[in-house]
């Protein structure tokens, strides 16, 4: 079975800084999909980023990106430039083709003024 | 466009009392669809998935079920909660092809009392 572990429960950054937040995964398969959500205190969650694990360039979207390491099965989010509107629960999710998406327990980021 | 409504968005039941938590998604067919629960401090526990009607796989053995009595339609049900049962429960959908990420439903904060 898949697992994803998130280390770190809780993190903060002053507004503006940079965070990276940690990911571990662990499967046995080659072709699979990653994926960080993110869900503020509304409840919501939204797909901030996804990452093809054939491709071996990591994804960004505008401040958001990931260094994806396949070999250490290892999947950390980098916020650049953190707002306040970024304080929210992070999740890290893996699924293979075919399956369903495991998620991580979550990081709670909260980003200081 | 797609979109999902799971209602209601906050419901408080006594022990004992049953359950019916609804989901629906418009602007796709055929999706696959999904239960969560996301218990206080705790990351997202897949409850039940859909491939199509009247099919449902169960992950997690408790005295939840859930139904599909339509495409679009996704119920959660009990026939008598427990305290246990307490959290906050995600509804998301999928295209039939299983390499896209989920889409979540706002959420129904559960409170049992």
């Known amino acids: 079975a898949q697992t994803v572990t998130q280390s770190q429960p809780e993190m903060s950054v002053q507004e503006a800084e940079t965070v990276t937040l940690s990911c571990t995964y662990d499967?046995?398969?080659?072709?699979?999909?990653l994926f960080w959500y993110k869900q503020p205190p509304s409840r919501q969650m939204i797909l901030v980023i996804r990452?093809?694990?054939?491709?071996?360039q990591n994804a960004t979207e505008n401040r958001f990106s990931v260094n994806f390491q396949k070999a250490a099965k290892s999947f950390s989010l980098k916020i650049s430039d953190s707002q306040l509107g970024d304080t929210a629960m992070y999740f890290c999710a893996f699924m293979k083709h075919g399956d369903d998406m495991r998620f991580g327990a979550g990081t709670r980021l909260t980003v200081k003024p | 466009s797609q979109t999902i409504h799971q209602w209601p968005a906050t419901l408080v039941q006594p022990v004992g009392s049953p359950l019916s938590l609804e989901c629906t998604v418009e602007g796709t067919s055929n999706p696959n669809l999904y239960w969560y629960r996301q218990a206080a401090g705790r990351g997202l526990q897949l409850l039940f998935y859909s491939v199509g009607i009247g099919q449902i796989s169960s992950e997690v053995p408790q005295n939840l079920s859930a139904s599909r009595p339509q495409d679009r339609q996704f119920i959660l049900s009990s026939k008598k909660l427990l305290l246990s049962d307490s959290g906050f429960y995600l509804c998301?959908?999928?295209?039939?092809?299983?390499?896209?990420?989920?889409?979540f439903g706002d959420g129904t904060r559960l409170s049992i009392l």
């Open positions: 998301a959908w999928s295209p039939d092809s299983s390499n896209q990420p989920q889409h």
């Open positions: 499967t046995s398969e080659s072709n699979y999909y």
């Open positions: 990452q093809e694990a054939y491709k071996q």
